[in-house]
């Protein structure tokens, strides 16, 4: 975990809406390094999306990076602009694995022939007999079994586990170095995610890959996830090791989000809920972006965007909160708790 | 596939004869000057020894049995209006051939044309392309085929100076009727094919394939066109049908030697035997139609099995 694989610098990303324009993403700093697993968690229209989409030019027509850069093996990507460069980034580079199973793949072509697709493009030094070996290759990998007669069925043949293991086969075939799942498990039901979890994991080791996880389910972040990336209103607020995060947090909005957390509820008890929503990126954000639901908000939180405190040399958060002239300010009796845990866990090892 | 055929094709033909029977009821009841050639001359014991010797005063069953009987002689009676005392089979033979061939033609320039039009629409939606090809569609749909007909017959026949009658030997009397007939099936194809295609696009299967890195071109061919095309296909031998029968009016306007018009000529003129005939034809061929409709979707599209255990569609 030394190598920086994939560097964004202050990149902010627009979408023209019916003549107004939404400010997605706010400026993101972030390095992933090479062979980790990195998730990005956030509430549903937090930019988790649309942040990794720039990683590939998928953003829908309206987007546009208006400014920052996201350097990959020496270039910038948000400077690509002719279809060509993509492709060639797109796959070969850095790969996806969609949501939904049930609708992200061909319903006309056989599965073998969708990843036969994903090789001749990025691996075209396998043809014939050669090509069909690496198919069922990949098939094994993701667990299918009987892989050189299922090679020959169609999507609807396949169970939704089992195409989201396809989906997963194909972002193989085109060898990637990064993996992006963008929310691989919620379209499947929980025995399945838990399979399809640990597949990836061993996927990781054997084909040496960088994973950049997009979730709003922490237990998955937990147990896939070497770092976490909170975000909320198209920024970065938290940053850190999983156990920094989880044991440790610093950011309201952090902590507003785990101790939402059903399997931390107690019998007999609501369980807690976020007020408000999610900020109008429409118009332009004054301080802090959460401060308007946060119950600890300061004064200074509805006037200056804050800046980012290191806590250790890997975990920062953009909360007031951390500045040595802040008051004292309780975080809430889970994350009081759920830190006891922490520091016992500590203690055992 | 063959075990569903065979069920499909036999519920075919009863409809086939289901359709029959009700036009030959119905074909009864119409009045019997259309047996006569000079109905108004004839005294009334001529009409009489006349329907007897047709078998028009037997019983309906007796007569519809020998109808059927006759059929699979290959005879349908003869004509007693339109070509007095021809038989129908020899009317339709130099007739059926020239509607085919131009309802052929036709379908083809349209698919020629029109597949790539809805095609170029939606991969460059919202450009010019699409703007011209819209505007192009809603002309067609919007005016009355009448106007843009005279304007092709007008203006077509000066530019290309082409005779002004029609003559099948002449392959540059087909241009213009086949280029009028396909105008209205171009727009059609055009404005399904580009709808389709842009449903399709905004599938998660295209953006996958896009996250795969597939060129923008093999996107569009591959992946969007194939699926777009299979809901299409249905409609191509339904369409073929109605080109051929539905050109009244460019076959009038070109006096081509064709089936258009001709039912309903009959059907005015009370020549039961032609309407008979011509009906039976046309139920023949759309039946057909709709059967090939299905079986070129199961070939195109893998989750429709026909048969099996779901029973189909």
């Known amino acids: ?349 | 596939m063959a075990k569903y055929l065979t069920k499909r094709i036999g519920r075919s033909l009863i409809t086939l004869v289901l359709i029959i029977c009700v036009v030959f009821i119905l074909m009864r009841m119409m009045p019997i000057e259309g047996y006569f050639q000079n109905f108004e001359k004839l005294s009334d014991e001529q009409i009489q020894s006349g329907l007897r010797e047709m078998g028009m005063l037997d019983p309906l069953p007796v007569q519809l049995v020998h109808f059927f009987q006759n059929m699979f002689k290959g005879d349908f009676g003869v004509s007693h209006k339109y070509r007095v005392n021809v038989a129908v089979t020899e009317i339709l033979r130099d007739k059926i051939p020239v509607s085919i061939k131009l309802g052929s033609l036709s379908i083809l320039v349209s698919l020629v044309l029109g597949i790539p039009l809805g095609t170029m629409m939606a991969r460059f939606k919202g450009k010019w392309f699409d703007k011209f090809g819209t505007l192009f569609i809603v002309f067609i749909e919007a005016v009355p085929a009448v106007v843009y007909h005279l304007l092709i017959q007008m203006y077509g026949t000066k530019w290309l100076n082409i005779p002004m009658l029609f003559d099948g030997a002449d392959w540059r009397c087909w241009i213009l009727p086949v280029f009028s007939m396909s105008l209205g099936n171009i727009a059609y194809y055009g404005m399904w094919l580009r709808r389709y295609m842009v449903d399709e696009a905004n599938k998660d299967y295209v953006r996958l394939a896009r996250a795969k890195g597939v060129s923008e071109n093999k996107v569009m061919f591959r992946h969007i066109f194939r699926n777009a095309f299979v809901p299409m296909v249905q409609y191509l031998p339904s369409s073929f049908l109605n080109t051929v029968i539905g050109s009244i009016y460019v076959e009038s306007l070109y006096s081509v030697p064709g089936m258009g018009g001709l039912l309903v000529n009959c059907v005015k003129g009370s020549d039961n035997t032609m309407v008979q005939a011509i009906v039976l034809l046309y139920a023949t061929v759309g039946v057909i139609g709709l059967l090939l409709g299905d079986v070129l979707m199961t070939v195109l599209d893998p989750r429709i099995s026909l048969g099996g255990k779901e029973g189909g569609r």
């Not at chain 1, 549903?44 to 093996?73: A, E, H, Q, R």
């Not at chain 1, 060639?88 to 599965?111: F, V, Y």
């Not at chain 1, 250790?312 to 002239?325: F, I, M, V």
């Open chain 1, 1 to 349: 975990m030394s190598e920086v694989i994939l560097s964004v610098q202050n990149l902010n990303i627009k979408f023209n809406l019916r003549g107004r324009v939404l400010h997605a993403i706010r400026g993101i700093d972030l390095d992933i390094y090479k062979g980790e697993s990195i998730a990005i968690v956030g509430e549903s229209g937090s930019g988790k999306s649309v942040f990794t989409k720039s990683f590939m030019g998928l953003l829908d027509g309206n987007g546009f990076i208006s400014s920052g850069s996201i350097l990959y093996d020496g270039r910038d990507l948000s400077k690509i602009t002719r279809a060509k460069d993509w492709q060639k980034i797109r796959g070969g580079e850095i790969a996806m694995i969609m949501q939904d199973p049930m609708t992200s793949l061909n319903p006309l072509k056989t599965i073998g022939d969708q990843i036969a697709e994903a090789i001749q493009i990025h691996q075209p030094e396998f043809k014939g007999e050669a090509l069909k070996q690496k198919i069922i290759g990949y098939l094994t990998d993701v667990g299918i079994t009987e892989p050189e007669r299922r090679a020959k069925q169609y999507p609807h043949e396949f169970s939704g586990g089992m195409r989201q293991r396809v989906v997963i086969a194909i972002a193989l075939a085109c060898n990637p170095k990064i993996l992006i799942c963008d929310e691989p498990t919620t379209a499947l039901d929980v025995t399945i995610q838990a399979q399809i979890i640990d597949l990836l994991k061993d996927l990781k080791k054997k084909y040496a890959l960088t994973i950049v996880f997009i979730t709003h389910d922490l237990g998955v972040v937990a147990n896939i996830a070497d770092r976490v990336a909170v975000m909320y209103a198209g920024q970065i607020i938290e940053l850190g090791m999983a156990n920094e995060i989880f044991y440790d947090p610093r950011h309201p909005y952090t902590w507003a989000l785990l101790s939402s957390l059903p399997q931390l509820g107690e019998k007999g008890v609501s369980l807690y809920t976020i007020h408000g929503t999610p900020p109008n990126l429409f118009k332009a954000v004054v301080g802090d972006a959460f401060a308007p639901r946060n119950p600890r908000a300061l004064k200074i939180d509805f006037i200056k965007e804050p800046p980012c405190f290191e806590v250790s040399p890997t975990h920062w958060a953009k909360t007031w909160l951390l500045d040595p002239r802040a008051p004292q300010v309780e975080p809430p009796e889970v994350i009081k708790y759920i830190r006891e845990l922490g520091v016992k866990n500590d203690a055992a090892n």
